[in-house]
């Protein structure tokens, strides 16, 4: 019903820069909160960043001043600005959203899109 596509993981420096991108398609109707989790092997995955459909952002205090989340709502698309990265910023990236589908009932749902390994090393 709704697809979650990431993009823009990578292998950067200590201090370098990324950014992702998360792009939601399919019988979507309104996209309501979207988010950013990260997770490493071994531990659970917890909050990055997330973003209310009115622009609000939240932060972990581990990446405040660091990250910024953003939106397009005409594109169902949500960024992640990384900068200043550290090693222990490395992770698999996960987009995360909150979706009111098309059809009778305007049922809702949370989804998740693959993943995208972010990698900080020298």
């Known amino acids: 019903q709704v697809q979650l596509v990431e993009s823009g993981g990578g292998l950067v420096q200590p201090g370098g820069s990324l950014r992702l991108s998360c792009a939601a398609s399919g019988s979507i109707f309104r996209v309501n909160a979207m988010g950013w989790y990260r997770q490493t092997p071994g531990k659970e995955r917890e909050l990055a960043a997330t973003i209310t459909g009115g622009g609000s952002p939240n932060y972990a205090d581990s990446v405040k001043g660091r990250f910024t989340i953003s939106r397009d709502n005409a594109k169902n698309t949500v960024y992640l600005q990384m900068n200043s990265l550290k090693p222990e910023d490395t992770a698999v990236y996960y987009c995360?959203?909150?979706?009111?589908?098309?059809?009778?009932?305007?049922?809702?749902?949370?989804?998740w899109g693959q993943g995208t390994q972010v990698t900080v090393a020298s």
């Open positions: 995360q959203a909150d979706v009111v589908l098309t059809g009778r009932g305007f049922r809702s749902g949370s989804y």
